[in-house]
């Protein structure tokens, strides 16, 4: 992880600095569309095929039923579900706040408007579960899933043998309708386009590594397929911190992301040149003592420390980066606030750690990456619900607004619209 002093770039320099790892798309769509096209064409058949390649499927039964997922979950410790139930207590009190408001309104006199939110019925959850089990994603979208009262509820998740214990207890808090046991693209594909026992859903949730990221891009454009929660590249942080930061808490941060994976990247800015010399200390020592060693070190690779003169720099660094998780380890943090416009979620102050956020204080941690906070928000109720709008005219009402329609209707020069006006005018 490398210093470099953000004054001395120019335009192009800069635009290379906030680069992310390339991701190869072409290379990966390449690999991953036939085995889409083969669930879609030939059903049960094909899954059943790539999670015996993939998962390590040992026989054709793909759905762990309320009654594996029960037995497993007594061998869960006490500690552990306590956990647990102590992260889902706080997602559900963030999230129970986020269902839509109804309202009604009279634009005219005689013409009635309103808005009704109503749940997506049929909902597909992606768990990962190759590396690391991610216990936390099935709380973070199987709870709101739940309070939007989705109808039903699918969840796909690599499981080799026996399923987790903790996560077969997590999507029974979630009350989950089905689950199975493959991941990967050809679980995508199987929520997408469904096979002979397992009906589509209408949309798809969760993270992923690049093979499930293209594939839920692929299917969600496809009109045989289904809409996506949000696109999405690798895991990262951005750090701003001044020297009021505490070098051993940053560079913990910088590392509980680039654990996720080697095409990860975290970014520190700082207007301290000794804070980021000790932070590349912090990393070193702290490095060593990581199972996921090798993973980070290669994730460092693609990552740096900004020098930057004043804090309105790194806001603006911030801003154009648009990190998916944004750290503000400074003295007064409530100056910058108002100043952030593209983050996914942001952690103020130097006892926010970005893991908390992950797993326990109930802010959501299936968020836009790669630049798209820019455009998107992270996941929340009103992602699994959808909004239907109403009207009623009287026919004093639609003698009000007639001249108006009848006369744009006409300037487009959609007389039929006009006339669907006109004919009951003169009934």
Known sequence: MKIVD???????????????????????????????????????????KYAK?????????????????????????????????TAADNIFKFHEKQKKNEYEIETMQGIKCWRKSVPIENVGLYVPGGSAVLVSTMLMLGIPAKIANCKRVVVCSPVKNEINPALAFAARICEVDEFYRIGGAHAIAMMAYGIEDVKKVDKIFGPGNQ????????????????????????????????????????????????????????????????????????????????????????SLNNSRIILVQNLEEAIEIS?????????????NPNKLINKIVNAGSVFIGNYSPESAGDYASGTNHSLPTYGYAKSYGGVNVESFMKSITFQKLSKDGLKKIAQTVITLAEVEELQAHANAIKIRLNK
Not at 55 to 68: K, V
Not at 226 to 239: K, Y
Not at 323 to 330: F, G, N, Q, T, Y
């Open 6 to 48: 953000y004054k001395n770039l120019n335009v192009k320099q800069i635009e290379k600095l906030l680069s992310r790892p390339a991701i190869k798309t072409a290379e990966i769509y390449e690999q991953i569309r036939p085995i889409i096209q083969n669930v879609k064409n030939k059903g049960r058949s094909a899954v059943i």
């Open 319 to 331: 801003n154009r980066y648009a990190p998916e998780h944004l750290i503000l380890a400074v003295q």
């Open 211 to 298: 093979f499930v990221t293209a594939a839920k891009t692929l299917v969600s454009i496809d009109p045989d397929g289904c809409a996506i929660d949000m696109p999405a590249g690798p895991s990262e942080v951005l750090i701003i911190a001044d020297d009021s930061a505490e070098s051993s808490f940053v560079a913990a941060d910088l590392l509980s992301q680039a654990e996720h994976g080697e095409d990860s990247q975290v970014i520190l800015v700082t207007t301290s040149k000794d804070l980021a010399e000790q932070v590349l200390i912090e990393l070193k020592n702290q490095l060593q003592l990581l199972p996921r060693k090798l993973v980070a070190e290669k």
């Open 53 to 85: 390649k993939f998962d390590g499927l040992r026989d054709e039964n793909i759905l762990i039923d309320r009654n594996e997922l029960s037995k497993v979950e007594r061998k869960l410790s006490r500690d552990v579900r306590k956990a647990i139930i």
